[in-house]
C-alpha cells in the first residue's frame, strides 16, 4: 500500500468514527425562562428540568442563567438529533454536570431515538451572559 492510500484510509476511519450526525444550535432570552418559572411555577420547572437538574441549578447564585442554559441545550439536542417536540419531552434531555465540561444523559424515548440513529454520544457547549444563553450540541 502506497503512503497516499493509506493516508487516505486512516483519514476515512478517523472520519467515520467521529461522525457527526447532528448539530443544532439555540439561544434563549434568560428573562423569557424566568418569567415563565414565575407565572408556570413547579408544573413548568417539573416540565422541562429533571430533578438532577433542577437542585444543580437551585445552588447558583444566578439560577435563571443555569435554567436557561440547560433549556437553549436541550433545545439544540432536539434540532441536533433532527426531532422536535412533542415527539420527545424536555425532560428525556438531561444536562449532568460533574468534573469537566456539560454532558447530555438521554432517557426513554430521546435514548431510544438517538440509538435508532445510530447516535453513541452528544457534545454540548453552553453560555450565557446577563441577557442571553446560547447551546450548541453536536450528535456523534
Known amino acids: 500500500m502506497d503512503s497516499f492510500t493509506w493516508v487516505n484510509s486512516y483519514l476515512l476511519d478517523i472520519i467515520s ?4 450526525l447532528g448539530i443544532g444550535i439555540d439561544s434563549v432570552d434568560i428573562s423569557r425562562i424566568e418569567e415563565a418559572c414565575k407565572k408556570w411555577g413547579e408544573r413548568f420547572l417539573q416540565k422541562i428540568w429533571t430533578d438532577k ?22 433545545e439544540a439536542v432536539f434540532k441536533a438529533l433532527g ?24 432517557l426513554g424515548k430521546a435514548k431510544k431515538i438517538a ?11 453552553i453560555s450565557h451572559t446577563d441577557g442571553k444563553a446560547e ?6
Do not use: D
Request: glycine share 6%; with cysteine; aromatic share 8%.
Open 115 to 125: 440509538s435508532e440513529k445510530g447516535i453513541s454520544s452528544i457534545l454540548i457547549s
Open 83 to 106: 426531532i422536535g417536540w412533542p415527539s420527545i419531552c424536555f425532560s428525556e434531555i438531561e444536562v449532568v454536570n460533574s468534573s469537566g465540561p456539560p454532558r447530555v444523559r438521554l
Open 135 to 140: 447551546a450548541m450540541a453536536i450528535c456523534q
Open 53 to 74: 437538574e433542577l437542585l444543580y441549578c437551585q445552588k447558583k447564585t444566578y439560577r435563571f442563567q443555569h435554567l436557561s442554559g440547560r433549556f437553549a441545550a436541550k
Open 17 to 20: 468514527e467521529n461522525m457527526i
